[in-house]
Antibody, heavy 120, light 108 residues
Framework: EVQLVESGGGLVQPGGSLRLSCAASGFTFSDHPMHWVRQAPGKGLEYVSAISANGGSTYFTHSVRGRFTISRDNSKNTLYLQMGSLRAEDMAVYYC?????????????WGQGTLVTVSS | IQMTQSPSSLSASVGDRVTITCRTSQNIGRYLNWYQQRPGKAPNLLIYGASSLQTGVPSRFSGSGSGTDFTLTISSLQPEDFATYYCQESYSTPPERTFGQGTKVEIK
């Protein structure tokens, strides 16, 4: 069974840092690009970052570029999102998502999400 | 790529036929996906490639369209279908993967 389990969320002060993890199981992790998607309270879904299957290519939405880093450890089946210089507008539930092999780059599995609260 | 999803919300009854539309600012071929999100839960893939039904998704869900205009149809609304639905483009490079604004389907 495919599972994605996020962890690392919590309360952080503005300007602080946090590292999210997404532990994958039930599939060959190194075969799939992965994404982070967030959802602010009461709002819609927003793409945050993406990483290729081998970790060689990374992408970020404009608002987090230079503050967030995405990485993966294929030997540990784990995806990471290192978040720095956090702002109030970064407060959201963060989901990791797997890119399917359909050829249409859809997200066929999602984690349950981890809440990041940015507040003093 | 800009996404325009409509309506933003709708009220419907069990058994109703429901249609949600998604328009993109440029031609994306069939690189359009639909997700369902129930309150407090992660999104769930319904349709990929504009019209392909994800494994395990009931056949009352269907998708159509190509280019810039797409539609998600629920043929006979069931109680468990009251949720928010999002379209997503998966054409862009780099992979921004923009989502529509969402459509909340509520009970009439």
């Amino acid at each position: 069974e495919v599972q994605l389990v996020e962890s690392g969320g919590g309360l952080v002060q503005p300007g602080g840092s946090l590292r999210l993890s997404c532990a994958a199981s039930g599939f060959t992790f190194s075969d799939h690009p992965m994404h982070w998607v967030r959802q602010a309270p009461g709002k819609g879904l927003e793409y945050v970052s993406a990483i290729s299957a081998n970790g060689g290519s990374t992408y970020f939405t404009h608002s987090v570029r230079g503050r967030f880093t995405i990485s993966r450890d294929n030997s540990k089946n784990t995806l990471y999102l290192q978040m720095g210089s956090l702002r109030a507008e970064d407060m959201a539930v963060y989901y990791c998502a797997r890119v399917s092999t359909s050829g249409y780059y859809d997200f066929d599995y999602w984690g349950q999400g981890t809440l990041v609260t940015v507040s003093s | 790529i800009q996404m325009t999803q409509s309506p933003s919300s709708l009220s419907a009854s069990v058994g109703d036929r429901v249609t949600i539309t998604c328009r993109t600012s440029q031609n994306i071929g069939r690189y359009l996906n639909w997700y369902q999100q129930r309150p407090g839960k992660a999104p769930n893939l319904l349709i990929y490639g504009a019209s392909s039904l994800q494994t395990g998704v009931p056949s009352r869900f269907s998708g159509s369209g190509s280019g810039t205009d797409f539609t998600l149809t629920i043929s006979s609304l069931q109680p468990e279908d009251f949720a928010t639905y999002y379209c997503q483009e998966s054409y862009s490079t780099p992979p921004e993967r923009t989502f529509g604004q969402g459509t909340k389907v509520e009970i009439k």
